[in-house]
């Protein structure tokens, strides 16, 4: 999430464990862990139900943590020993200089506060002699090496000797976790930790946290992102004090919620909007937009409905979003995981169903949260999690119900699943 600094804000497979409260302990672990831990309870093929309801049984439940993470670390190793490559790059080679610095609670501030600086900055407890130092250094010295040509540089801050600045920067005890400031905003960065995915999304950043649409390029851009983003959308008079409470809001969610405004009448009537003042807001798999109170119009009135509205039903596990979705979730929260490649006639029967569930219980977000994983874009993955969950991808799509209150229950047939989900809210 993009904050001013100014105004920081309150943010945001191995053997199982017992419990949701020690699974919930494990979490500070998880972005140092190879594998995820969970509790598996039962998870079901769901070959057979295709052409009908839902694609298959439903069954007790995953208290599912995280899967992967190459964190940050603290980078005392020396450079020059490191045998660092750009996998799949035999063109490319790391050139083996140090291009990152310490940063402490003494230069922190007049480090990234500084006019023009755009500072990437691990947050850590890792210790100097850690046996996976090497492969944290290589991650960021990799990623360094391309970016600092484009103007970054890059830092890193052990958490366990700065605790009043991890504090200041809102970062969980124990949490290893990447942060970047450019342009007076702080966007945290929750995506898979290798350097090619990394340099990606840094790249993407925009210049500014509000795109104003007016042409069809801009069209364009919101309507691809449809199911990937949450997306925000107001009509404006250009220049006016709504239109500038609206980007400082914006300001607030970047990296996070991708933000557009209309300012004319003619582009207004193009992407649905109405009236000047009129704030729709746009989920992935939803059908119909979220509409912001005719009272809401100032920065923090914007903040508020957002943070309250802006958790999905439905979204898909991503390489930018890939330790976001495995946040911690409320106590109240029921999670659905799906694992189902769109490609197949089973798969693209689920997606269907699951999208058509999302949309039924908009009303839910926030309580109900379906994670949708394609295995083909995580292959790498696809034996962890079957060996994990006792399950076989390969096989058809699988699904599988969280119970985050530790109360167990069993659904036995396909027309039952939706009803069963949605009575347990």
């Known amino acids: 999430m ?27 672990k998880l972005r140092r862990n190879c594998v995820a831990r969970g509790v598996l309870l039962c998870f079901v093929d769901l070959e057979g139900c295709a052409g009908g309801g839902m694609a298959g049984s439903l069954t007790t439940a995953v208290r599912l943590v995280a899967f992967v993470c190459l964190a940050g670390a603290a980078f005392a ?13 035999p063109e490319l080679e790391y050139d083996g200089a140090d ?15 500084a006019e023009g600086a755009k500072s990437v900055v691990f947050f850590n407890d890792v210790e100097d002699d850690d ?3 090497d492969q944290y250094e290589c991650f960021l010295q990799l990623s360094a090496q391309v970016m600092t040509k484009r103007g970054y540089n890059f830092y890193t801050v052990n958490t366990t000797k700065e605790s009043k600045l991890r504090k ?9 976790t990447i942060h970047v400031y450019k342009d007076g905003y702080k966007i945290e960065y929750n995506g898979v930790r290798d350097p090619e995915t990394f340099v990606s999304w840094l790249m993407d950043i925009p210049d500014d946290p509000l795109t104003i649409i007016n042409d069809k390029h801009d069209k364009e851009e919101f309507e691809d992102m449809a199911d990937d983003y949450v997306r925000i959308i107001g009509y404006f008079e250009p220049g006016s004090s709504a239109l ?30 109405q009236r000047v003042g009129e704030v729709q807001m746009f989920r992935p798999f939803e059908k119909d937009p979220l509409y912001a109170p005719n009272s809401v119009d100032t920065e923090d009135e914007f903040e508020d409905w957002v943070d309250k509205h802006k958790e999905p039903v439905m979204q898909k596990l991503q390489l930018h979003n890939y330790f976001n979705v495995w946040r911690d979730p409320e106590p109240d929260e ?7 490649d769109e490609e197949t006639r089973e798969g693209r029967a689920m997606f269907r169903l699951l999208t058509k569930l999302a949309n039924e219980n908009s009303e839910h977000a926030g309580t109900l949260e379906i994670i949708l994983v394609d295995p083909d874009e995580f292959p790498l993955m696809v034996d962890v999690w079957e060996e994990m969950f006792g399950i076989e991808i390969e096989e058809g799509p699988q699904i599988g119900l969280v119970d985050l209150s530790e109360v167990n229950f069993l659904i036995r047939s396909c027309e039952g699943v939706s009803r069963t989900i949605v009575e347990q809210l």
């Open 2 to 28: 993009g904050r001013p600094f100014s105004s920081p804000r309150t943010g945001g497979g191995g053997g199982a464990v017992e419990g949701g409260s020690q699974l919930r302990a494990s979490h500070t």
């Open 77 to 89: 190793a020396q450079t020059e020993e490191l045998e660092c490559m750009f996998l799949g790059y």
């Open 99 to 113: 291009r990152t610095e310490v940063l402490t609670e003494r230069n922190f501030n007049k480090t990234t506060f």
């Open 131 to 133: 046996a996976e130092l």
């Open 168 to 176: 200041q920067e809102e970062v969980e005890k124990g949490e290893d």
């Open 244 to 273: 500038k409470e609206f980007e400082e809001a914006a300001e607030d969610f970047m990296g996070e919620i991708e933000f557009f405004a209309v300012v004319d009448s003619h582009w207004a009537r193009k992407m649905g909007l």
């Open 334 to 340: 029921r999670m659905v995981l799906a694992f189902c």
